[in-house]
């Protein structure tokens, strides 16, 4: 019986051996991949289409779809039409294809007509309340609609991109945003990403993102990094790709919180409220961009 237990705990001692030299092979693969392919730290400097759940326009025509088979919709929307200027009232408010959405009609003061001049005073007050009920409206609702079009421009460019550049360039959905600032490096970055489609509806020109791939957790932008437990987050990656988990559900901070935390000790996610100083902190968030495709070498 002590035999085969030393020989049992021999088996174990080589095993534990051999795997320290595939991790260090590991390391120096991706240390050596990382000077042919340094890796992108901070999303923003692909310089490519970017929006997160903070500067998607609130407006109409744009709605963003937790959880369902598409994540986000963008409409086609037309300009609404200029108010008709009453024929009276021409003469102070100009003609309707002058009306400026972002610029308010002006008036004449009341104090430039005679003090019994009753008709001009009625004009002016008729002119004042057809600029708030007529001019205003159609104000605030033209400037609404510029803004969804900037945004459905900006994503049907980004769509005609990644089609065109298939072999490049590649848009992704990032979840659970990270923000460390350590060595000298600024990471911002989301933790979870899954590649997306834009699509457009032939008939009504309707613009809509959906998944189009698995959720992976991302490790190349942490090459080269001091991390807590780099063989721990790799592993992670190789469970989340065996058994994705569903981005959206309220279950994923716990993710977040595990991958953070093999990061660095103090790790933690934002919602938690007690981040320490140099720590990495993941948001609950998301983000859509645009990233330049690279070989995954660390990967395979």
Known sequence: MGKLGGASSQRADVEASESRRVLKLIDFLSDYDAIKNPPVHNIKDYGLFLKDRENVPDVKGISVHEAADVWLTVDFLEFPPRPEVPHELVELLGQSRYLNPHLEPTLVDLESHESDDDEAAERLEYARLWIEEEWRPWSEEHKEVEVSK??????????????????????????????????????????????????????????????????????????????????????????????????WSPDITETYRSAVRALNMNGTVAEDHRAEPGAPVSDTGWVFYMRRRRPDYQGF
């Open 150 to 247: 900037m945004f459905y421009r900006d994503l049907f460019e980004a769509g005609q991109k990644q089609a065109n550049e298939r072999g490049s360039v590649e848009l992704v959905w990032g979840f659970g945003r990270l923000s460390w600032e350590t060595e000298g490096v600024s990471v911002n970055h989301p933790l979870l990403t899954i590649p997306v489609e834009v699509t457009r509806d032939e008939d009504t020109q309707q613009l809509s993102v959906a998944a189009a791939g698995a959720v992976e957790l991302q490790t190349q932008c942490f090459t080269n990094m001091t991390l807590h437990d780099r063989s721990g987050l790799i592993a992670m990656r190789d469970a989340i790709a065996e058994a994705p988990p569903d981005p």
